[in-house]
């Protein structure tokens, strides 16, 4: 028996080293929301999300406030049944967005607590498909001020140079012909057998410029093209799918599985990218990933490589984990003791129990943002 005794929530605000651009958005820091939950052993499972780039403390109020209360005094081992109870406590403040990402982030802590609690990584803990490495994407080619094709070129070589047999770059943010002479430019310095994947972030609005771009990234033969329009937009991205011979790619802000059954059902999409710390957790990845799997849909899971190295193990329809080399855009890796280790393309799978690493308590005292009613780094609830 495991009883759920206290659940914490941290609120981390950390800056960027430099300002980085997305098609969409200019991003100076980063918000993470980080949750621990404690049985009544005394063990810890931890979980977290990340909560844009500010107002994270609306995810930090839904885990304490809305959902800790749920499961506190309940049995750890009853993933799915809290699941259920959790998403019917929320469902009147948001079935996605950070009520979500609460939920997702208690979720995953109760895994990586059940795994720990039986000495075992979470991947196993799972069922594993694989057992010592799974294949990586290099996630990168953001827009930096001062930043040419060229730059970009030496940074996606890099990449190949350090083993990565697959480089994904951003797009969207210009015009058609300055894109298309970043995506060439990426092409060239990868050579014609590495995937070059091709994300937009929610770039576009009307379907001829959408088209006009993907026309001109076809002779670069993109593996996908992500996120085209906005994630509600559904219908464009089918008619795009119909007007480029380019993958559609989304899904890495959607969550639950009724939402993402939709876009399967109105054949939208040849790779899904939900991620488990917005779609409802591990729980609820698992389900939309061997529904897309029925669908002949592939998933390759959005950003935190830390928990989806996990959950594309566990997985045989999963293709890679999307992994970024430093802190210069998903800056999480400050927040946390030990970093995964990539070789030939592949992160290595750790074989310690649970997740496989811990806050570094020290480094969220440095980035906690104290938000009101908020007096300490942790804010508890407690049964
Ligand atoms: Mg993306």
């Not at 750890?76 to 967005?97: A, P």
């Not at 995964?340 to 393309?345: A, C, K, P, Q, W």
């Amino acid at each position: 028996m495991a009883i759920i005794k206290k659940v914490e929530a941290s609120l981390s605000r950390v800056p960027l080293n430099n300002v980085t651009s997305l098609s969409s958005r200019v991003v100076t820091n980063r918000e993470y929301v980080l949750v621990k939950v404690t049985d009544d052993t005394g063990n810890s499972g931890i979980g977290f999300c990340y909560a844009g780039h500010r107002c994270g403390q609306l995810v930090q109020r839904a885990v304490i406030d809305l959902l800790a209360p749920v499961v506190l005094g309940q049995n750890s081992l009853r993933t799915t049944g809290l699941w259920t109870e959790m998403y019917r406590e929320g469902l009147l403040h948001g079935r996605t967005g950070s009520v979500m990402r609460a939920l997702s982030c208690i979720d995953i802590a109760l895994w990586d607590l059940n795994a720990r609690n039986v000495g075992l990584p979470l991947y196993q803990y799972m069922g594993a498909d694989a057992l010592d490495r799974v294949p990586a994407y290099a996630s990168g080619g953001y827009y930096v001020e001062g930043k040419t094709p060229a730059d970009l070129a030496g940074e996606v070589s890099d990449y190949v140079k350090a083993g990565f047999k697959a480089v994904k770059i951003k797009v969207g943010k210009f015009g058609v012909a300055e894109e298309a002479a970043r995506v060439a430019a990426a092409r060239e310095a990868i050579g014609p057998n590495i995937p070059l994947m091709l994300d937009a972030n929610n770039a576009w609005t009307d379907l001829r410029t959408a088209e006009a771009h993907c026309k001109a990234y076809e002779p670069y033969h993109p593996e996908w093209i992500e996120e085209p329009f906005l994630p509600d937009d559904i219908d464009n991205h089918a008619r795009l799918g119909r007007l480029t011979s380019i993958p559609i790619a989304t899904g890495e802000i959607e969550a639950g599985r009724w939402r993402m059954k939709d876009l399967m059902d109105r054949d939208v999409i040849s790779i899904l990218q939900h991620d488990a710390c917005v779609c409802g957790g591990i729980t609820e990845w698992r389900r939309i990933t061997d529904t897309a799997a029925s669908y002949g849909i592939t998933t390759n899971p959005h950003w935190f490589h830390d928990v989806h190295i996990h959950t594309v193990a566990a997985s045989t329809s999963a293709q890679y984990v999307e992994f970024f080399v430093d802190s210069e855009v998903l800056n999480f890796r400050e927040l946390i003791d030990t970093q995964l280790t990539f070789e030939n393309g592949d992160v290595l799978l750790p074989q310690t129990p649970g997740l496989g690493f811990n806050f570094d308590e020290g480094q969220v005292e440095k980035y906690a943002a104290f938000e009101a009613g908020v007096s300490s780094v942790w804010d508890t609830a407690e049964a």
